[in-house]
């Protein structure tokens, strides 16, 4: 048990050389998304709040600080594409966070080949060994605990297609630790890998009980 605390309220600033916040509510999925403008235009761009959010139907979700591009595609589109950042993948998806005029396709930018979806406009990322299809439920405005607007949005979407390399596939299984993926560990540029040393077991204790 620890006998000194550091403790502060975030609306009167941390008092530390980095914002602690993301650091410890983390690593983080990476929400690689995928977008094309009602234009045609394309877009990538990472976001590092992200996760999975229901099973049935499987939901997703992402935020962003700011309204851009890739909300404003999914807003008129009502589709986007999420895909596995793995470590092999590391450099082009950092080079698509650069922030960009909207005619800007990353893809290029990061050397990506867009991949048509089945069941969305929206593209996939080619390189990436999984990609989820998803169609927009909610797009929500955050706010505060006193109801004042924030200016980050909220965006869930339905997974409806999904796709994944064959060779992440062990006996039915899919392999976490094969992919490589990489996740958001907070910091100005700090980053977490998962490799199979990283990896254990735990059974949930009601799955325990089950005859």
Not at 12 to 33: E, S
Not at 99 to 125: M, Q, S
Request: glycine share 10%; net charge negative.
């Amino acid at each position: 048990m620890a006998t000194e605390v550091h403790s502060y309220r975030p609306g009167q600033g941390h008092g530390l050389a980095h914002d602690p916040f993301n650091a410890i509510v983390g690593p983080r999925p990476i929400g690689w998304i995928s977008t094309r403008a009602a234009d045609g235009t394309l877009n990538l761009a990472p976001y590092s709040f992200f996760n999975a959010f229901n099973y049935r139907p499987p939901i997703v979700g992402f935020a962003t600080i700011g309204w851009k591009d890739t909300v404003q595609n999914v807003q008129d589109t009502g589709e986007f594409c999420w895909n596995l950042a793995t470590h092999d993948l590391a450099h082009p998806m950092n080079a698509s966070s650069e922030t960009l005029p909207p005619e800007v396709d990353e893809f290029a930018l990061a050397g990506l080949t867009p991949l048509a979806g089945d069941l969305v406009a929206a593209p996939r990322v080619a390189e990436s060994p999984v990609s989820f299809e998803c169609k927009l439920s909610q797009l929500i405005q955050l706010t505060g605990a006193d109801g004042t607007p924030v200016k980050t949005w909220l965006i869930l979407g339905e997974v409806v297609m999904i796709h994944i390399a064959k060779a992440l596939l062990k006996d039915g299984v899919y392999d976490t630790a094969a992919a490589r993926p990489i996740l958001r560990a907070g910091g100005a540029g700090g980053y977490a890998l998962i490799t199979p040393e990283s990896m254990f077991e735990m059974i949930r204790p009601d799955f325990l009980r089950k005859p």
